[in-house]
């Protein structure tokens, strides 16, 4: 069973810089991850995937400002928030699936409980 718990969310001016971090347990490092975001009123969306090579795939509203990193002598995966914009501002989630991505969003059956993001303007 894969656990996941995220933390490094918080409030921030739009400009600014977040670090958020999914430390996994249960789980091996050759898997596929990512990070999901929902806004109040809106559908969950794909932010960043990493696969277990470390591929990694990312939606166009983030590209150029985020980046998707794995720590795995720590089993954990970082998303670096940087150029923060108020359409930022959501719960993101880390998920994971055994093995590799295959595709760009799998079906991730492993989720966190989420970290809310706001960003300010």
């Known amino acids: 069973q894969v656990q996941l718990v995220e933390s490094g969310g918080g409030s921030v001016q739009a400009g600014g810089s977040l670090r958020l971090s999914c430390v996994a347990s249960g789980y091996t490092y050759r898997n596929c991850m990512g990070w999901f975001r929902q806004a109040a009123g809106k559908e969950r969306e794909g932010v960043a995937r990493?696969?277990?090579?470390?591929?990694?795939t990312y939606a166009d509203s983030v590209k150029g400002r985020f980046t998707i990193s794995k720590e795995n002598a720590k089993n954990t995966v970082l998303l670096q928030m940087n150029s923060l914009k108020p359409e930022d501002t959501a719960l993101y989630s880390c998920?994971?699936?055994?093995?590799?991505?295959?595709?760009?969003?799998?079906?991730?059956?492993?989720w966190g409980p989420g970290t809310q993001v706001t960003v300010s303007s």
């Open positions: 998920a994971a699936i055994t093995g590799r991505c295959w595709v760009d969003w799998p079906a991730f059956p492993y």
């Open positions: 990493i696969d277990y090579d470390g591929s990694t």
